[in-house]
């Protein structure tokens, strides 16, 4: 099996580089890196959040309401996989799916105002 740029190295290593290619808004080479890491890792939250937001921010927006269903279903009180969640199904016009994460996302937060 011939090792790429992309999956080459430690879990943590890839982790790091996922996150830089993230921050450098590179997203797409966020979700190459992200997408065998969070298969190594399932059960971690953190890479499959950040890939989650990769996809939204590279308009996969179907791939990451996949993942973010995945985290929802593990922890129903993360907040930030709720708005986010809400936020990805708004942005496929299906406002009142979203609705329901939205405001409990706000609900998490404290931020009684939003509801």
């Known amino acids: 099996m011939e090792t790429t740029y992309y999956d080459h190295g430690t ?10 290619f993230f921050d450098a808004k590179d997203y797409a ?3 190459r890196v992200l997408g065998t890491l969070v298969e190594e890792v399932p059960e971690q939250t953190g890479p499959r ?4 937001r990769a996809y939204y921010h590279s308009a ?4 990451a309401e ?25 942005r496929q016009g299906r406002d009142e799916e979203a609705e329901p994460h939205i405001r409990l996302a706000a609900a998490l937060t404290g931020d009684f105002e939003q509801l």
């Open 29 to 31: 080479g966020a979700a």
């Open 11 to 20: 879990p943590a290593e890839r982790w790091e580089r996922a996150q830089l």
């Open 60 to 63: 996969q927006l179907r791939r």
């Open 66 to 90: 996949t993942e973010l269903r995945v985290i929802v279903e593990r922890d129903p009180v993360e907040q930030y996989a709720r708005l986010m969640l809400g936020r990805t199904l708004q």
């Open 49 to 52: 959040l950040l890939l989650a």
